[in-house]
């Protein structure tokens, strides 16, 4: 099952910051906490990750709060091609030996 | 660079019929993860292949099983075929030049089999 829980649905406004919950509460101290995205038909792309700071990158940012047991990605000028299924998913930190587990994701609806 | 290409984009097949399923990973990676997608569902891990061995396996019959090839493609085989097994399947490389941590994988397009 996935460690994570997030909302089911968000609307956000074109040109505006998208903010997506996760709770992780159940997160182990080696894990880290890895959003993927997968819009209509394609496959899972890689957003983000991070251990316990927060990160950014061209894509957006991670905020990873101090207890590590949520987080929020924020997509911070969100345009339409942003709508998709957010997936955020706790993964040990060793190797590539592991498996993802996605959960059901949040569908983020970028309106104009 | 081309990333992961899987193949056929389609497929339809009759119950109790047999499937294959192709994959070739990004230009340096050397695993190679297939996962099942049915509709409104997140991707279910199926199995893990690398050094042409299956390293790790998800919660699936053992009527799915694949293969790696030297070249480190794989193929997915899906036996006697059941209506449940119609969904998108995924296929996800990584590289094993891993900083401490980082475990992205990529993803292919996926092949939309439909059981009827």
């Known amino acids: 099952d996935a460690k994570t829980t997030q909302p089911p649905s968000m609307d956000c406004a074109e040109g505006r910051a998208a903010n997506l919950p996760c709770n992780h509460s159940?997160?182990?101290?080696?894990?880290?906490v890895y959003w993927y995205r997968q819009i209509h038909s394609q496959g899972p792309q890689y957003i983000i990750h991070g251990l316990k700071n927060n990160e950014t990158n061209e894509m957006a940012s991670l905020i990873i709060t101090e207890d590590r047991k949520s987080s929020t990605l924020i997509l911070p000028h969100a345009t339409l091609r942003d709508t998709a299924v957010y997936y955020c998913?706790?993964?040990?930190?060793?190797?590539?030996?592991?498996?993802?587990?996605f959960g059901q994701g949040t569908t983020l609806q970028v309106k104009p | 660079d081309a990333g992961v290409t899987q193949s056929p984009t389609h497929l339809i097949k009759t119950r109790g019929q047999q499937v294959t399923l192709r994959c070739s990973p990004k230009?340096?990676?050397?695993?190679v993860s297939w996962y099942q997608q049915a509709l409104g569902q997140g991707p279910q891990f199926i199995f893990q292949?690398?050094?042409?061995?299956?390293?790790q396996r998800g919660n699936f019959p053992d009527r799915f099983s694949g293969h790696q090839f030297p070249n480190y493609s794989s193929e997915l085989n899906v036996n006697a075929l059941l209506l449940g097994d119609s969904a998108l399947y995924l296929c996800a490389s990584s590289s094993p030049y891993l900083l401490a941590g980082s475990y992205e994988q990529y993803f292919g397009p996926g092949t939309r089999l439909t059981v009827t």
């Open positions: 292949y690398y050094e042409e061995e299956e390293r």
């Open positions: 159940t997160i182990s101290g080696n894990e880290y």
């Open positions: 998913i706790v993964y040990p930190g060793s190797g590539n030996t592991g498996k993802l587990i």
């Open positions: 230009s340096g990676h050397d695993t």
